[in-house]
């Protein structure tokens, strides 16, 4: 947890310095796994179902904001949005 705090600090700084409209560019491209993740944490939850996959997957959605907003602080693992997208097609099989 601290290194992400570390990258929503970094975030914050970020938008000081180049602005709002970066930023939301950037979380556009964060949002769409974001909302495929959260549909389908909702249904696993309905059914009771916990899939360590999309748990994965939700991590990855986490690196790749590192990757976006903080670049100094390196990724975890190595993610890309063509990597969540393979993890995507994974879970949904």
């Known amino acids: 947890m601290p290194r992400y705090l570390r990258a ?3 975030r914050m700084q970020k938008i000081r310095n ?3 409209q970066r930023d939301a560019e950037l979380e556009a491209q964060v949002a ?3 909302a495929g993740y959260s549909r389908a944490k909702e249904l696993h939850d309905a059914h009771g179902v916990v899939d360590p996959a999309l748990v994965d997957y939700r991590w990855m959605i986490e690196e790749l904001r590192v990757s976006l907003f903080a670049q100094e602080l390196k990724t975890a693992v ?11 097609e994974k879970l949904v099989k």
């Open 18 to 20: 180049v602005g709002h």
């Open 32 to 34: 769409r796994f974001w």
């Open 8 to 10: 929503t600090q970094a």
């Open 78 to 88: 190595k993610v890309s949005p063509q990597r969540l997208e393979k993890q995507w």
